[in-house]
């Protein structure tokens, strides 16, 4: 088994949790700043509103399910090599012992 497949995915520092976190912060205040400063009606405006919502939305999802497959791929992959691993050590223990 090698040390890459079984090593735990590095985690995100600190401070790339803050830069993202603030990007996007940063995006939603500008998007909300344009729809308030659009020039158009009330319902033109809420159009956009929830156009924006439900993209951040969809991202969110999007994101969560390319992880959570992800995260099910290697679980699988672990389970097949163990599998593996125990059918090899069958076949080359001598049945006598």
Do not use: C, Q
């Amino acid at each position: 088994m090698s040390d890459t497949a079984s090593a735990a995915p590095a985690r995100a520092s600190a401070a790339w949790t803050l830069f993202t976190y603030m990007n996007f912060g940063i995006a939603a205040l500008m998007m909300a700043g344009g729809i308030y400063f659009l020039e158009a009606s009330f319902s033109t405006k809420g159009f956009y509103a929830m156009a924006a919502l439900m993209l951040v939305n969809s991202t969110a999802a999007i994101t969560k399910s390319v992880r959570d497959r992800e995260e099910a791929t290697r679980l699988h992959n672990k389970l097949e090599e163990a599998h593996t691993e125990r059918l090899l050590m069958e076949v080359s223990t001598p049945k006598g012992l």
